[in-house]
């Protein structure tokens, strides 16, 4: 399985904080998350984020969460997935709300100096090294809906 490792470094040079990939960050999703992330076929209970985000993407995917014209757009309203967003909808274009989902329902297992909540929050708030719309691809019901590209 590929994993998603990371760890932040910050310039004070130029402010610039860049998340590299040093140290794996294994998270544990809290129940309602689990969940979803099982109803995708995942096992387990410790995942890395980029396994978080694949079964994500599966879910939504298999509960057909996405608009057929416009496939950025997840309409998970009724859905325990728009339950966990606090949303009726939302754009793979604008991940934010997602995010803020997943810092508050993943929780640290690894011993890196930056866990999970503290990546995320980092990478959105520097805007990098976050999947931006080339690398956070919506792609057809037979491929991964969200997809990191490295």
């Known amino acids: 399985m590929t994993t998603f490792s990371t760890s932040a470094h910050c310039s004070t040079s130029d402010s610039a904080c860049r998340i590299s990939p040093e140290q794996t960050n294994q998270v544990r999703p809290k129940l309602p998350l689990l969940k979803i992330l099982q109803a995708a076929g995942a096992q387990g209970e410790m995942f890395t984020v980029k396994e978080v985000m694949h079964y994500l993407g599966q879910y939504i995917m298999v509960k057909q969460l996405y608009d057929q014209q416009e496939q950025h757009m997840v309409y ?3 859905d325990l997935l728009g339950e966990l967003l606090g949303r009726q909808s939302f754009s793979v274009k604008d991940p934010s709300p997602l ?4 810092r508050k329902n993943l929780v640290t297992l ?3 100096t930056t866990d999970a909540a503290q990546t995320l929050a980092l990478a959105q708030d520097h805007s990098m090294d976050i999947p931006s719309q080339d690398q956070l691809k919506v792609k057809s019901p037979h491929g991964d809906f969200f997809c990191w590209t490295e």
Do not use: E, P
């Open 76 to 78: 998970c309203g009724g």
């Open 99 to 102: 995010y803020d989902m997943l």
């Open 110 to 112: 690894a011993t890196a």
